[in-house]
């Protein structure tokens, strides 16, 4: 209890750290917890009882995975001053992580990249809500970006702040309009439409249906993408749609997305998993009614049937 009492305070006063590191491996590649991207950099106090930002703002949505940056060890998760928080400790190292609800225990080891966490709303940064990711070494703060080679994580100035709470709110808007979001989702197989999104004569049986997804023309055995970060909600197998993924991204621009993969030879993940943005998770086939082997994908926003190709 003792030791807790010192680390709560740790964490509180972000000042003492407990527990005798190993050399941390500083040169381990380390992913962002969130996609991001970042809209509040990294801006230590001169001072340590000055007012500053001893981490980063990385700009999600309430209730996304929130991942460990590097493999190590969970040394706390609970809640402290009303919010949730998760520590691994990657031996001199230290990644925080809030405000979030956490997924893991005390004591767990996570591997770089492991869902740790769902975010929580409580930090709020322009256009939606912020994971405020901290790095420690001993008493320091250091720059978590850092850790990052240059790529996934765009660090916006500060000046940028109120672009990207425009862009989300014109998202929100062209979402409630219909409009066309391009690359909101990643397509889930190269290929082009063979057929659209609508009414049209159903090729087997003859008579007009909607369709309420678009064929992506694909050959047998093409890897599936996840379109968008997402928990996988089913897969599941029934005479019409043959293997079926459905994902759930979740919450984008006030709207519940989800998307379906239909006729596939088979799938990579199971029910209750998080897949990240472009993650093969099956293979194109062409089970259930399907004349031949492509993908069937499938788009929908508050459990209304939405053109894919607004998204992609
Ligand atoms: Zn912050
Ligand atoms: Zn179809």
Known sequence: MAKLRVLVAGVIGWCLWWGVAPPAAA?????????????RGFDPPD????????????????GA????????????????????????????????????????????QVGTGQVIARLAAGHGCPGGTCLHWGLKRGDTYLDPLSLLDTGPVRLLPATSV?????????????????????????????????????????????????HDGVDLSAGCGTPIRAAADARVTSVSRDP????????????????????IYLHAQGFSVRAGASVRRGQAVGRVGSTGWSTGCHLHFTVKLDGSYSDPERFL
């Open 65 to 108: 995975d929130v991942v460990a940056a590097m493999a190590g060890r969970v040394v706390f998760s609970g809640t402290l001053a009303g919010r949730g928080v998760v520590v691994v400790s990657h031996g001199a190292l230290h990644t925080t992580y809030l405000p979030v609800n956490p997924t893991v225990a005390v004591g767990a």
């Open 27 to 39: 040169a381990a590649t380390a992913v962002p917890p969130l996609p991001g991207p970042v809209v």
């Open 47 to 62: 001072q340590p009882w000055l007012a500053g930002h001893r981490g980063v703002d990385l700009l999600g949505t309430v």
């Open 162 to 210: 109120e672009l990207v709470g425009s862009l989300l709110a014109d998202r929100t808007q062209a979402l409630a309009a219909g409009g066309r979001l391009p690359g909101l989702l990643t397509r889930p197989v190269p290929g082009a439409v063979g057929s659209g999104f609508g009414m049209r004569l159903h090729p087997i049986f003859g008579e007009w249906r909607l």
């Open 240 to 259: 019409a749609s043959g293997n079926r993924l459905e994902l759930d991204h979740g919450q984008v621009g006030g709207q519940h997305l989800v998307t």
